[in-house]
Each structure stands twice: as structure tokens, then as C-alpha cells.
């Protein structure tokens, strides 16, 4: 019995690894590009790290794997490499019929991989969360707004921009794609702390304002990877809505279930539980 309870301990870390490593092996063949390998390689391993920690009861397991992605991702993808990692880059990019940085990462993160891991881009590797969520609101303290309608407009208008851009045939579009990748971080940050102390939610900014979760949103709702309650258990405490940063019901397994796209796999309703039924 102990054996199998440490195959399991290892099970998620190792999928997770296993997943990333395929990814890039195959991008770093049909792309002849050795980067990719290093890439994925080490967004998985972090992951892996993070998830391996977590088995262990190390209580900033996912903050490990979120700083070590988000750092690397932020500074030496975006700083370094002037890589514009934001929706804008994602559209500058596609724009431009070129399927590389940006798109991969979204195709990867954000688009395909939600299919497998919901929402896990949010709670593991996104650079601006990285932030918001050393702020002290780390529960929501208020009930949740219905202004998620403002993401399509931050969606839309990203889109606009790089649209017009293109139309108007703009010189130095690399440049401009850079200044916007720091501009628009600055913004995100700003936007993010003030939305945080406001409503006294450090999650405010990912649930009405950015525009990445309108790509995550859908394919979560079909995400593998989900955290489910055993309803012998459970007996319906409450404690495990207090924690979640999400608003998200985990007592109910349905796919429908309430702010059932916006679980990030924080786990902190796991932690929570005080029966184990998570």
C-alpha cells in the first residue's frame, strides 16, 4: 500500500514532465531549432517541481514553479530576447504568418493546452499573477462582479491595435512590439495592484480584465486535468469556497459547475479540506 502511495506522489509531477518533454522534442525536430528543447524542457521541469513539492507539503510548492516560469519567461524571453510574449506579440505574429514565439507559446498555453490542463497557465506560470498574488487579498473578500464582459474588451481592443498597426504599414514593427510588451506589463501590474486593494481580491485583474482568458476560458471547460470532490466525504463545510481565489465551486463535479472555467490548480481547496474529499 505504501508503494502505490508513492507511485502516485509521483505520478502528476512525472505526467506533467512527460507532457512538456514531448512537446519539445517535437518542436525542436519539425522546427530544427534547439531552443524549443530547451524551452519546453524547462517550463516542464519547473512544473514538475512545482507539482513534486506539492506532494510533499511544501505550502509554497506552486509559487516555486510560478516564479521559476514567470521570471524566465518575463525577463529572458521578453526583456533579453525582445520577445513580446503578450496578446499583442500573439497577433503581431499570426499577422505576419509567422508560427514562432508568441504563437507557439499560445498555441501551447493557451489555446491547445487548457484542453489538458484547464486553467494551470494562470496558477503556475503567468508573470503578472506571479505578482498580484503577493499582494494580501490572497481570498477574495467581496463577492464576485459581474464585469467579466470587460476582458472581450481588452481582447478586442489588443486586436484593434495591432490591427492598425499592419493597415496603417507602420515601420520598426519589432520595436514597437517590444516597447508595447513593456508598456502593457506596466499597465497589467498597475491595473492589477489597484483592482487588487480595491476590492480587496488579488485575483480582480484575471477575473474582469485580461484578455488572455478569453482563449482559456473555452477550452477549460474540457480541461483533463480537474480537481473533483468525493461526495461520501465531503461534508459540505464551506471551506474549500473560502480559500479558492476563483470563486469556483469544487463541490460540484459537473462541468457546469459555478466559475467552473476559471479553477487555476492552486489546489488551496485541496489543502483546505479537512476530510480529504478533494
Avoid at 155 to 162: I, K, N, Q, R
Amino acid at each position: 500500500m505504501e508503494q502505490l502511495k508513492g507511485i502516485k506522489r509521483f505520478a502528476l509531477p512525472v505526467m506533467m514532465w512527460l507532457i512538456f518533454e514531448t512537446i519539445a522534442v517535437t518542436l525542436w525536430l519539425t522546427k530544427q531549432n534547439l531552443f524549443y528543447l530547451f524551452n519546453f524542457s524547462y517550463i516542464g521541469t519547473s512544473l514538475a517541481i512545482g507539482f513534486f513539492l506539492f506532494q510533499f507539503q511544501y505550502k509554497h510548492a506552486r509559487r516555486v514553479a510560478q516564479f521559476l516560469v514567470g521570471t524566465y519567461m518575463f525577463v529572458y524571453l521578453g526583456l533579453i530576447c525582445n520577445e513580446n510574449m503578450q496578446i499583442e506579440g500573439f497577433w503581431y505574429y499570426l499577422f505576419t504568418g509567422v508560427f514562432e514565439a508568441a504563437t507557439i507559446h499560445y498555441a501551447v498555453a493557451k489555446i491547445f493546452g487548457p484542453l489538458i490542463f484547464g486553467r494551470g497557465w494562470c496558477g503556475y506560470a503567468c508573470w503578472t499573477a506571479m505578482i498580484l498574488d503577493l499582494l494580501p487579498y490572497k481570498t477574495p473578500r467581496q463577492p464576485r462582479k459581474k464585469w467579466g464582459f470587460i476582458r472581450y474588451i481588452t481582447f478586442a481592443l489588443s486586436f484593434v491595435f495591432v490591427s492598425a498597426l499592419f493597415l496603417a504599414q507602420v515601420n520598426h514593427m519589432e520595436k514597437i512590439m517590444f516597447w508595447t510588451f513593456l508598456i502593457g506589463n506596466f499597465v497589467y501590474y498597475a491595473v492589477g495592484v489597484m483592482l487588487a486593494f480595491a476590492l480587496k481580491d488579488n485575483r480582480a485583474f484575471c477575473k474582469y480584465i485580461c484578455p488572455i482568458t478569453v482563449f482559456l476560458k473555452p477550452m477549460s471547460y474540457f480541461s483533463l486535468m480537474r480537481v473533483k470532490c468525493d461526495k461520501s466525504k465531503c461534508i459540505s463545510c464551506g471551506k474549500c469556497r473560502k480559500v479558492c481565489p476563483m470563486d469556483v465551486d469544487m463541490t460540484d463535479n459537473s462541468r457546469k459547475r459555478e466559475n467552473g472555467t476559471e479553477c487555476i490548480l492552486c489546489f488551496e481547496c485541496v489543502k483546505a479540506c479537512p476530510k480529504k474529499a478533494l
